[in-house]
């Protein structure tokens, strides 16, 4: 048994609902299993590699400090 708040009761019945879940701990898995992918342990996505990779072969000036930069 646990308490939660109304919001997360009828956050988790739209995850139920949605994915056609018997119950509501199975709503609770399948949320802290997306958790988990997306905030626990981010791989890198295939767009962000593709970004840096891009940004790598930029160009680039050097600068001594970051005032002159803005000046």
Do not use: C
Request: aromatic share 8%.
């Amino acid at each position: 048994m646990i308490n939660i708040s109304e919001h997360a009761n009828r956050i988790l019945s739209v995850v139920k609902a949605k994915y056609g879940l018997r119950d509501k701990s199975q709503a609770i898995e399948r949320v802290a299993t997306e958790y988990e992918e997306e905030i626990l342990e981010p791989g890198l996505k295939p767009a962000f590699v593709k970004s840096v990779l891009k940004a790598e072969k930029g160009k680039f000036k050097r600068v001594r400090n970051i005032d002159d930069l803005f000046k």
